[in-house]
């Protein structure tokens, strides 16, 4: 007799649909490539390693209260790609070697880990369909299959940059905490080089501070020649 009443199934059918869109790989890849770019500009425009190497407060110079700050800060410039050696230095000079280096090292760990669950989170889901080339895949499955083994590697070498290796560990099917403690024990020489030149700046003919360096130079000169052989082993293949 009448007819009956429409139903809100257009409305809910669109809601599913525009949740869909939203929650969709790519549209979560956008939002990191958005929140990377918003956090870079941030860094740029204010400089936080100026502040911390020259302007840290001075009512925070010292003591667990200021470590701890400078370890959240450090860990949220890595992520915004502040190079992590003038961090470093930074950690050194204003802390001395012990205090630095768990303060650097603590900002490492926290750094890494906040980038590798964006990139998992946001980022995978997306980027493993492009893993279509030998190489890439030949990468994702070490990290896949050997993750502690192959991060521990890469930390070791200085010549890898830093949030390149979060994010392909991201991408990979690596766990988290085999990816957070191979970053924690891999960071530990050359973090402990940099914080040690740190905190000897004043003194740059002392032996600390001369070993220091000689470990910088040796470890650079190191990894450039490795990513030489194997371009050039690339290369004749």
């Known amino acids: 007799m009448f007819d009956p009443a429409p139903t809100a199934r257009p409305a809910t059918g669109l809601a599913v649909r525009c949740t869909r869109v939203l929650l ?3 549209s979560r890849f956008s939002l990191l490539v958005v929140v990377l770019l918003a956090a870079a500009v941030a860094m740029l425009l204010l400089e936080p390693q100026r502040l911390l190497a020259t302007g840290w407060p001075a009512r925070l110079d010292g003591g667990v209260v200021a470590v701890l700050l400078f370890g959240v800060a450090y860990g949220v410039c890595t992520v915004a ?22 303060a650097a090292l603590a900002g490492t760990v926290l750094g890494a880990g906040i980038s ?23 990468a994702d499955g070490q990290l896949s299959r050997h993750g502690f083994r192959s991060m521990l590697a890469l930390r070791l070498f200085p010549g890898v940059p830093f949030a390149a290796a ?23 020489p050359n973090t402990a080089a940099y914080v040690v030149a740190g905190s000897e700046a004043t003194s740059p003919t002392s032996p600390a501070f001369l070993a220091a360096m000689g470990f910088i130079v040796l470890t650079g000169v190191g990894t450039a020649f490795v990513a030489w052989r194997k371009r050039h082993r690339l290369a004749s293949e």
């Open 81 to 102: 790609f502040v190079p992590r050696p003038l961090l470093n230095l930074a950690a050194g000079a204003l802390f001395g070697t012990q205090a630095g280096l768990a």
């Open 24 to 26: 969709s790989p790519w």
């Open 166 to 188: 979060n994010y392909c560990a991201a991408v990979s099917r690596m766990g988290y905490p085999p990816f957070l403690v191979a970053t924690g024990l891999g960071s530990i």
């Open 116 to 138: 590798f669950g964006l990139g998992r989170v946001l980022g995978q889901d997306a980027l493993r369909t492009l893993l279509r080339g030998r190489w890439l895949r030949a």
